[in-house]
């Protein structure tokens, strides 16, 4: 009665991540038919030129991720890094095999590793040592770096639709990059929630960015203004706000990928997210300050940001 339960409650939410995805990609698809409609009636050749250029999109930042997905197999981590783990072979070689390419190993690494599967000696060990050891330090530095490159073109673009094309299109590749790390794949269910969560993220970036915090800014200045504070200060707000959300995503994907279904909470995976992110972006924000202008980082640093 309780697997039958838990069925109906999978299918249900599988049914909704369909459906929210859906309706994303048919607003999307809008979006671009009238925009392209628009082009066209300035001249053919530029309409033609605008979908050429959506389908070169859609390839890279939609099929390219699928193509792989469907070329790697599905394990959670857990099966070779829990204690008491005892997997089938066939299971390490299979993880083994997805590895041995992986840019998360030295050369050295990936050698011993490719040793192991021609000898087929025991590769237990050895996927053990690199997933608690290079792996996890290549996912971590992987999600930084994205989210370092959003802070930066989000603190410096004006434009609301530029800012959450930048965080839908980078998050997108973030995951894939984060699979390619470790050769295989969560499960088609938890890639739908991720790329929903990113769809839902882009949209509240465009709604931060709309909302006016110029007087919420001006409760905290008890000094006369300086010209262009309130930009400087709202542009940092949103770059630290769009790197959080990346590095959320690239977290949550993290512990898709280590965590077997029967060990996930989805809040629990959510608040440990959370708090995984905030240390990381204070660090990102006080590391990338040196990017601005030097009288943007003057003006933060008298108002004490």
Not at 28 to 44: D, T, Y
Not at 67 to 90: G, K, M
Not at 252 to 273: C, D, E, V, W
Request: with cysteine.
């Amino acid at each position: 009665m309780k697997s039958l339960k838990t069925h109906v409650t999978s299918t249900k939410i599988k049914c909704i991540v369909l459906g929210v995805l859906l309706f994303v990609v048919l607003l999307l698809f809008g979006n671009v038919l009238i925009i392209g409609e628009r082009l066209q009636s300035l001249h053919p050749v530029i309409g033609w030129i605008f979908y050429l250029l959506i389908l070169l999109g859609f390839g890279w930042l939609i099929l390219s991720p699928l193509w792989d997905y469907l070329h790697l197999p599905s394990f959670p981590a857990s099966v070779i890094t829990d204690s008491d783990a005892s997997p089938d072979y066939r299971v390490c070689q299979r993880i083994a095999r997805g590895l041995v390419c992986s840019e998360a190993l030295s050369f050295d690494q990936q050698l011993q590793l490719r040793a192991a599967l021609e000898q087929k000696s025991d590769l237990l060990p050895l996927l053990q040592e690199a997933f608690q050891g290079p792996v996890q330090q290549a996912l971590d530095q992987t999600a930084y770096r994205t989210a370092q490159g959003v802070f930066v073109a989000c603190a410096v673009s004006q434009n609301t639709q530029l800012d959450a094309l930048i965080v839908l299109a980078s998050n997108i590749k973030l995951i894939q990059r984060l699979i390619r790390l470790t050769g295989y794949r969560p499960s088609w269910l938890k890639i739908g929630k991720l790329y929903l969560n990113i769809f839902l993220t882009a949209l509240l970036v465009e709604a931060i960015e709309e909302a006016d915090l110029d007087d919420f800014l001006a409760s905290f200045q008890t000094t006369p203004s300086i010209p262009g504070l309130n930009i400087a200060v709202q542009s940092l707000l949103h770059g630290t706000g769009c790197a959080f959300f990346t590095l959320r995503i690239g977290f949550i994907t993290q512990k898709y990928l280590y965590q077997s279904s029967a060990h996930r909470n989805s809040n629990q995976i959510r608040r440990q997210a959370f708090q995984k992110a905030l240390p990381i972006l204070r660090k990102l924000v006080t590391e990338n300050l040196t990017r601005f202008p030097q009288e943007v980082k003057t003006w933060l640093s008298r108002y004490g940001f």
